[in-house]
């Protein structure tokens, strides 16, 4: 059984029809990427996934069971977690408390010390301003706030929506190498990303999503090697 | 030269000024006359003071229901005002089942907890009610509706007391241990006014540290600022939002026992003042601001106090007290003129819901 597994799921805003039967899974600990341009419908895709959006149409599933039938913060609780897409840390609080909020649903006081340590360890930048408020942070250590967030959940998935954005080529590297290091000791991510070259990089498999609609699917390495994928996001 | 000047400023800039400058120049210039009269005393000026912190402090505690959730929904909830009343007017039968009793005369301390915990709960429960029946269906909705809602909300809850509790101005009765005064390093000061000077010290730093050392306060600001992300990180903001109103109504339960320990007085709708004056502190000190409400009502207490005396009396005006709820109003429309910001908060419109 996959540990994610999305069938048939259809989601709107409003009238606009911004998922038309998206199907896909993510096995327990692999990367697995969703590639496509603006407007695709990548972030809907996650936001279903969390629960901010409903699906009007399909299921989500996660072990098994499904996770439609739960609101967005008991999904947390589920074991899935979200690095939502241009990081939405809690700029009036210090980094601490972002990382405590990350953990919010926890109530493994040790196990949760032990964790903010390892982020800690993982982004030493952030242990440097463990007590400034977070909106004083550059734009690539709120990305590791927000990744760092996300971990507090000790989630059984990480959801990550466009890591890259907005950030220098060396924090880009930084954030990707990361991506890597957690999917070594065990962490299962799902990463959407309109940078495809990266993401076909560490990612074990992927998905081509286009208005919608899910257009490939493959190894990361039949799609970096795929004509279209090649014409359309890879730069030729 | 003068061209550029108006080329820089427009002419409402130049006109806001010229009002700002001349009500500095009569304030001056009253407070001036009167102290130059010398009709008042230091001891006076200084009881001025003291009365002014603590109507003061009552309207911070009270302010603070109007910023919390202002700072969650983005939405004033114009029958805070009415929270207030519910816990104070049914406590009031509880004071006199008590006076009558003889209760609250051998135990006067425990008699005032048991008022508080009335008014509290009674309070809490209509801002709770409140959020579920009148705001809640309308989260969606565009921001002038809840607050028409509000406003109806507030007559509903008005005439809802006056239904329950008769019409008439009743009278909170008397703490026989609390008349009088004691004495302080050397200053004298009414055992009502210092009661209440304390309690809200007590409540307001108590509040502080539940805002920012504690879990749900944590979550608390973390869905003030941004209730999607919060959701993503497992917080139930819904169950934040009853949160945030219930502590509001906590405060403004406890503000009404103050209250009555100031005023004695209550009635079905003794809360529309006390309310608008407490949203003006909101207001002055920054709405959305915890700390900015608890100053903002402590400046308008002292100036509310000091105000007719210092000012208006210079002024030769023959009963400046009876104008003392014009300052606050008159502060109220200053300051969204010159500084909507308050003294330490954000502008009202800049933040959307
Ligand atoms: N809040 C919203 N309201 C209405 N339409 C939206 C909203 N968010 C996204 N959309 C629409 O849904 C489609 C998919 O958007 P999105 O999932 O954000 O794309 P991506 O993340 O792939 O760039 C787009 O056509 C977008 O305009
Ligand atoms: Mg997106």
Do not use: C
């Amino acid at each position: 059984m996959a540990l994610l597994e999305l069938e048939n799921v259809h989601s709107y805003y409003g009238n606009i029809h911004a998922l038309k039967g998206i199907s896909l899974t993510v096995e327990e600990g692999e990367v697995v990427t969703l590639i496509g341009a603006n407007g695709a419908g990548k972030s809907t895709t996650l936001k279903t996934i969390s629960g901010i959006l409903q699906p009007r149409q399909g299921v989500v599933r996660l072990e098994g069971r499904n996770l439609t039938e739960y609101k967005a913060h008991e999904i947390v609780s589920q074991g899935v977690i979200q690095v939502p897409e241009g990081r939405r840390i809690f700029s009036r609080l210090s980094v601490r408390e972002n990382l405590e909020m990350g953990a919010f649903t926890r109530k493994d006081t040790a196990g949760i010390k032990a964790d903010m340590e390892k982020v800690f360890t993982l982004f030493p930048r952030l242990l440097e301003r463990e007590n400034q408020v977070a909106g004083t942070l550059s734009g690539g250590e709120q990305q590791m706030l927000a990744t760092g967030r996300g971990l507090m959940a000790r989630p059984r998935i990480l959801l990550m929506d466009e890591p890259s954005m907005g950030l220098a080529p060396v924090l880009v590297d930084l954030i990707f190498d990361t991506i890597k290091e957690l999917n070594e000791e065990g962490m299962t991510i799902l990463l959407v990303e309109q940078n495809a070259l990266l993401a076909l990089d560490v990612a074990d498999r992927g998905y081509v999503l286009e208005t919608g609609t899910i257009v490939l699917a493959g190894s990361a390495k039949e799609l970096r090697e795929n004509p279209q994928v090649k014409e359309a996001y890879l730069g030729g | 030269m003068l061209q550029r000047f108006f080329r820089k400023y427009d002419t409402t800039d130049i006109v806001m000024w010229l009002i700002g400058a001349a009500l500095a120049v009569i304030v001056i210039y009253g407070a001036a006359r009167t102290l130059a009269v010398g009709k008042y005393s230091s001891d006076v000026w200084r009881d001025f003071i003291i009365f002014g912190l603590a109507q003061g402090s009552v309207y911070a505690l009270i302010a603070l229901g109007y910023t919390l959730v202002y700072g969650i929904l983005f939405m004033i909830n114009f029958a805070h005002g009415e929270v207030f009343t519910g816990g104070v007017f049914t406590a009031y039968f509880v004071a006199v089942a008590l006076a009558n009793s003889g209760f609250s005369d051998e135990h006067w301390i425990l008699s005032l907890l048991i008022l508080l915990a009335v008014a509290v709960v009674v309070s809490m429960s209509v801002a709770v009610l409140l959020e579920r029946i009148a705001y809640r269906p309308l989260r969606n909705a565009p921001r002038l509706v809840p607050l028409i809602t509000a406003i109806g909300a507030s007559f509903f809850l008005q005439y809802t007391y006056r239904g329950l509790y008769g019409s008439g101005v009743k009278t909170y009765p008397d703490i026989k241990q609390l008349s009088g005064t004691w004495v302080f390093f050397g200053i004298r000061i009414l055992r009502t006014q210092a009661v209440v000077i304390v309690a809200s010290v007590v409540l307001m730093v108590g509040l502080y540290i539940y805002v920012q050392r504690t879990k749900a306060g944590k979550a608390m600001r973390a869905v003030a600022e941004d209730k999607e992300a919060a959701a993503l990180m497992g917080i139930d903001v819904d169950r934040v939002i009853v949160n945030t109103f219930a502590l509001g109504g906590a405060l403004a339960g406890a503000a009404g026992i103050l209250y009555a320990m100031l005023f004695k007085q209550v009635n079905a709708f003794m809360g529309f003042i006390p309310g608008i004056k407490a949203f003006t502190a909101a207001v002055l000190g920054g709405i959305g601001n915890v700390p900015g409400a608890m100053l903002g009502g402590l400046f308008l207490g002292i100036v509310e106090s000091l105000g007719p005396s210092l000012v208006l009396d210079g002024l030769g005006i023959r009963s400046p007290y009876q104008l003392k709820d014009a300052i606050a109003f008159l502060m109220l429309v200053l300051v969204l003129i010159f500084r909507p910001t308050g003294i330490l908060g954000e502008r009202l419109s800049e933040k959307k819901a």
